[in-house]
């Protein structure tokens, strides 16, 4: 069985994958490349349970068919603040 600290040491490098991924389907943009981000990154999120990202990946989803490419940009940037909220969150538990 894993330990608590091994669970958000996988969390936080799972986190951090897809920010990663999401920082480069945003440099080159592409509908879809940024669809099969959000899916897989929905997977995630679901079983996180984190409202306010799923909000914001579901407002990303909306905008890859009807908004401007800076209101993508623009959601995209949202995202990968919570993801680094969210990887600074779990670092500073593991010393508590």
Known sequence: MLAERDVREIFSRSLAQ???ALHAQLA?????????WCHRAGGAISVMEQPY??????RMVDLLETGSPAQIQSAGAS???MYDYLIDWLEKLDVA
Not at 53 to 58: D, K, Q, S, V
């Open 79 to 81: 995202l990968s603040a």
């Open 18 to 20: 897809d920010r990663d």
């Open 53 to 58: 990202l799923r909000g914001l990946l579901n």
């Open 28 to 36: 080159a943009p592409t509908p879809a490349g940024l669809s099969k």
